[in-house]
């Protein structure tokens, strides 16, 4: 087994972090993330990764490659568009998984285009895209012009203060996770989730220990306030993820982080 093929094997139930990437498992100071992704080395039978987000597998697959950061077991990508396992440093997208989501985006990209193109001040993205169309929007941009989607069923994801996300109806970060957590068969009371946008919320409402880490949007902060799992953290990024491990009490070894 490579550095970069850590499946979870069925039947085991290690914790799991389940965490989106940008201000959240790459955020925070240096000296954290190191703790944090050392840990995660080390702890390799008995703490699992999975990335949860917005960026599409051509980055993850970049980010991995440097080896700076610890290779995940699986991805879920593209604001929860995209389920795939992570092996011999590729994402592998699964099929069967996705599958519901394939026939959901059917013909959505098109009308989406179409329907979006005149309006002022927002653009398509040049990431790649697979089930889902993104958006960067400035000051000129008037939210109320999206109602040109009504009726298509698609959902609108607005995070950030300057992206917007169009995904299949129902789908998002959260229900993709768990799909695959019911299909790896994990536990759902060792599972860490993290975040700190909107485009995460849905992650937070499945229920799941959550990690609202520090320096997280104040929308998000106000959406979950009242989740009783969702952990609002001090520390920003990886050191808030450690934070709420241990807040949570997930895993016995988790270490200190420093003041």
């Not at 039978?45 to 993850?60: C, E, M, S, Y």
């Not at 994990?186 to 609202?212: E, I, R, Y």
């Amino acid at each position: 087994m490579t550095h970069h093929d850590q499946a979870i094997e069925p039947g085991l139930s290690p914790f799991v972090l389940a965490t989106d990437l940008d201000g959240t498992f790459l955020g925070g100071s240096q000296d954290d993330r190191k703790t944090l992704y050392d840990w995660l080395r080390a702890q390799r039978k008995t703490a699992h990764l999975i990335f949860v987000t917005g960026r599409d597998p051509q980055f993850i697959a970049q980010l991995c490659a440097t080896g700076d950061v610890p290779a995940p077991s699986y991805v879920i990508g593209d604001v929860g568009t995209t389920i795939a396992r992570f092996h011999d440093g590729q994402v592998e997208p699964i099929a069967r998984l996705e599958a519901p989501i394939k026939r959901l985006w059917e013909g959505m990209a098109d009308p989406v285009r179409t329907r979006l193109a005149s309006i002022r001040g927002l653009w398509l993205q040049s990431a790649p895209f697979r089930h889902r169309l993104s958006y960067q929007y400035d000051d000129r941009f008037n939210p109320d012009t999206l109602q040109v989607l009504e009726g298509l069923g698609v959902d609108v994801l607005d995070s950030h203060g300057c992206f917007i996300d169009i995904l299949p109806k129902g789908i998002s970060k959260g229900p993709s996770l768990l799909r695959l957590l019911a299909e790896l068969k994990l536990p759902q009371d060792k599972v860490l989730v993290a975040g700190d946008t909107l485009n995460d919320l849905s992650m937070f409402q499945t229920g799941l220990h959550g990690a609202v880490v520090g320096g997280a949007e104040p929308e998000l902060l106000a959406a979950t306030r009242a989740l009783p799992l969702s952990y609002h953290c001090s520390r920003i990024g990886a050191g808030g993820i450690l934070e709420a491990i241990a807040a949570h009490d997930l895993h016995p070894n988790v270490p200190e982080v420093s003041a």
